[in-house]
């Protein structure tokens, strides 16, 4: 076999030509996501520019305007004071108990995950892709029965 490669085996990649209906097709496309994105963006946006606008500023002035006078002080009502329950100590109680959850219980299933994984790996069974099939399947079980709580 010879090492040299034949004129029509050229280095160079050939440009992929994309019909006109398969161009419009794709412009549709990105437009519909757009369109969509926009959408279901639009109330975070909503209660951003309203979170950093005064109170008087949003009763006089458009929901989706900026705000005129750029002020935290919702925030910070919100994280020292605001009413959760009975108690007035604000978001931030609430927060850091959250934080206090969420990093022991995120590094302790991603170890046993990446252990389970590691350990499976060597596990040569009749039926293993049967078996894979339904650790994917009690996986995303599990996960619709714990976020409908």
């Given at each position: 076999?010879?090492?040299?490669?034949?004129?029509?085996?050229?280095?160079?990649?050939?440009?992929r030509v994309?019909?006109?209906?398969?161009?419009?097709?794709?412009?549709?496309?990105?437009?519909?996501?757009?369109?969509?994105?926009?959408?279901?963006?639009?109330?975070?946006?909503?209660?951003?520019?309203?979170?950093?606008?005064?109170?008087?500023e949003?009763?006089?002035?458009?929901?989706?305007?900026?705000?005129?006078?750029?002020?935290?002080?919702?925030?910070?009502v919100?994280?020292?004071?605001?009413?959760t329950?009975?108690?007035?100590s604000?978001?931030?109680?609430?927060?850091?108990?959250?934080?206090r959850?969420?990093?022991?219980?995120?590094?302790?299933?991603?170890l046993?995950?990446?252990?389970?994984?590691?350990?499976?790996?060597?596990?040569?069974?009749?039926?293993?892709?049967?078996?894979?099939?339904?650790?994917?399947?009690?996986?995303s079980?599990?996960?619709?029965?714990?976020?409908?709580?």
């Open positions: 076999m010879s090492a040299t490669l034949s004129p029509t085996m050229g280095a160079t990649p050939t440009k994309m019909s006109v209906k398969a161009r419009w097709g794709r412009v549709g496309v990105y437009g519909f996501l757009t369109i969509t994105a926009l959408f279901f963006l639009l109330p975070l946006y909503v209660m951003l520019v309203t979170s950093f606008k005064e109170l008087d949003i009763r006089l002035s458009s929901i989706f305007a900026l705000p005129q006078n750029f002020t935290l002080d919702a925030w910070k919100a994280w020292s004071s605001a009413c329950g009975l108690d007035c604000g978001l931030q109680v609430g927060f850091w108990n959250s934080v959850i969420l990093i022991p219980s995120v590094v302790i299933s991603v046993f995950g990446a252990i389970n994984g590691y350990a499976l790996s060597f596990w040569k069974i009749k039926g293993a892709n049967l078996l894979f099939a339904c650790f994917c399947l009690g996986h079980s599990l996960i619709r029965c714990l976020s409908t709580r």
